[in-house]
């Protein structure tokens, strides 16, 4: 096999002290977070509120924080059956490491569609106009998905089957690397799915000219959702990862579940009816009376 074109050779470890360190791969992720609900929250205090006023009020920002907590426990949930699903011979015979947080991983398959379900409830349950909110999630979603595997790369995750092609990427030195054999050349999988999931944004902004999603209730985030299935159907056929269904890895068997569900969501918010003007939400006076 010829030797990978792109050999990455650096230290992925910040070390603050003898005791502490963090990767660069973590700290740049943490920027892509931040950086992804400060574009959510621009955007929803833009998208207007279905109320009676003119100009309506946009969303409220203090919703969004509790969304995004409420969206936590859906995608370590969804992380994690996704990962069990991906290796389900192994959890099949060890039912007790389901459970374990220290035996494998997370998964974004199923990570990213239930934690958007359990945010959208979070939301319900604070009155919010949810779709609204889902409207104005769908882009920060995809920037945080597609930015989030490109700074993988910092750390040597997410890389794909050993490759020849001049393109194929391999890390030198100790690491520590987020995957096994860093040394072999292979492809950069991680950057793939970056590529695929940033063209993903372009076909969600040619989709707001339709006119399912220019209503603003939540078909955006199913377009998103399509979109980023196929993403990640396509990039998984350079994964490491063996076939579970002829040439089809598990992930993708669950991207297409993911792609079927988002293709039902916006057919369903493509005949719902456009709903009608509701009263904003009553604000709490905290002034002594």
């Given at each position: 096999m010829a030797l990978a074109v792109i050999s990455l050779s650096f230290d992925p470890v910040l070390r603050l002290s003898d005791t502490a360190s963090v990767t660069f791969e973590t700290i740049a992720l943490g920027v892509v977070v931040f950086i992804g609900l400060a574009v959510a929250a621009r955007i929803g205090s833009q998208v207007p509120t279905i109320v009676p006023y003119v100009p309506a009020p946009g969303l409220r920002v203090d919703d969004l924080v509790f969304m995004v907590v409420g969206a936590v426990p859906g995608a370590i949930v969804g992380g994690r059956l996704g990962a069990v699903l991906d290796h389900i011979d192994y959890y099949a015979a060890n039912p007790?490491?389901?459970?374990?947080?220290?035996?494998?991983?997370?998964?974004?398959?199923?990570?990213?569609?239930?934690?958007?379900l359990t945010g959208g409830l979070i939301a319900r349950l604070l009155g919010a106009p949810v779709g609204r909110w889902l409207h104005a999630a769908a882009l920060p979603v995809l920037f945080v998905l597609a930015a989030g595997k490109l700074v993988s790369i910092l750390g040597g995750t997410g890389q794909g089957a050993p490759s020849?092609?001049?393109?194929a990427t391999a890390y030198d030195g100790p690491g520590p690397w987020g995957s096994l054999?860093?040394?072999?050349?292979?492809?950069?999988?991680?950057?793939?799915?970056?590529i695929l999931v940033t063209l993903a944004i372009f076909g969600l902004v040619a989709a707001s000219r339709l006119e399912v999603v220019a209503r603003l209730d939540g078909a955006a985030i199913f377009v998103a959702l399509g979109l980023w299935a196929?993403?990640?159907?396509?990039?998984?056929?350079?994964?490491?990862?063996?076939?579970?269904?002829?040439?089809l890895r598990a992930d993708q068997v669950l991207s297409i579940v993911v792609l079927a569900v988002a293709v039902v969501g916006f057919v369903e918010r493509w005949r719902a009816p456009l709903h009608s003007p509701i009263e904003p939400r009553p604000e709490v006076d905290a002034r002594p009376a």
């Open positions: 007790g490491a389901i459970v374990d947080p220290a035996q494998g991983g997370l998964t974004l398959s199923l990570a990213v569609p239930l934690g958007i020849d092609l001049p393109w054999a860093p040394a072999i050349p292979s492809h950069p999988s991680q950057a793939y799915e970056a196929v993403a990640r159907f396509l990039v998984a056929f350079t994964w490491r990862d063996p076939g579970v269904l002829g040439p």
